[in-house]
């Protein structure tokens, strides 16, 4: 079912480094960019999303990145902070339909 | 609380046994979404409902799967004769398509546990 490869599995990043999470998709249909956080024994909740027709959205310190001739989107934490340690999903969807989820990155943030 | 909810948090059950879960959305959104989550996966669709119509299906549903959304409101998931397969975390989601924002909003999960 998988459609959304993300990557990497898992990261490990310095407080107040800059952490970076790549998917790319498949389907050109795809309209709608979301990313998902996630803590252990907790729902996915909604970070930041991107439709196609930008190359760039922030929101504080979380951005991302666009590429729709790569079918590719990233997610920026700038100032990466402890409290951001958790699991960060991409996921792609078509008139928000059925949602398709990357595998997941597990990240952590030393002090 | 507005946000979704779903009921209960943590089953165990015993392998062919059936069970039975509940989610009720966020008010006024009119689409209902279910997951399954497998440890260390990203949730994969199963199913999902526009008003009290379900509108599509995945292959994962298998034919011991069944949700209903009677009135269009709360949604139920049963999984009859109960697999270890089975054993994930059963997510709900909500939206209010139509709008620039229309996002899925996820409840908590039901954790369930074939033993």
């Known amino acids: 079912q998988q459609q959304v490869k993300q990557s990497p599995q898992s990261l490990i990043v310095q407080k107040g480094g800059i952490s970076i999470i790549n998917c790319a998709y498949e389907?050109?249909?795809?309209?709608?960019f979301p990313w998902y956080q996630q803590f252990p024994g907790k729902g996915p909740a909604l970070l930041i999303a991107i439709r196609p027709d930008v190359s760039e959205k922030k929101e504080g310190r979380f951005t991302i990145s666009f590429n729709k001739s790569a079918k590719q989107f990233s997610l920026h934490i700038m100032d990466s902070q402890p409290g951001d340690s958790a699991t960060y999903f991409c996921?792609?969807?078509?008139?928000?339909?059925?949602?398709?989820f990357g595998a997941g990155t597990r990240l952590t943030v030393k002090p | 609380d507005t946000g979704v909810s779903q009921d209960p948090r943590h089953k165990i059950t015993k392998r062919g046994q059936n069970v039975t879960f509940r989610c009720d959305p966020i008010s006024e959104h009119n689409r209902l979404y279910w997951y399954r989550q497998t440890l260390g996966q990203g949730p994969e669709f199963l199913t999902y409902f526009q008003n009290e119509a379900q509108l599509e299906k995945s292959r994962l549903l298998s034919d011991r799967f069944s949700a209903e959304r009677p009135k269009g409101s709360f949604s139920t998931l049963e999984i009859q004769r109960t697999e270890q397969g089975d054993s994930a975390m059963y997510l709900c989601?909500?939206?209010?398509?139509?709008?620039?924002?229309?996002?899925?909003?996820f409840g908590p999960g039901t954790r369930l546990t074939v033993l």
């Open positions: 389907n050109t249909a795809f309209d709608y």
């Open positions: 996921a792609a969807t078509h008139n928000n339909n059925d949602m398709r």
């Open positions: 989601a909500s939206s209010f398509p139509g709008t620039r924002t229309d996002t899925q909003y």
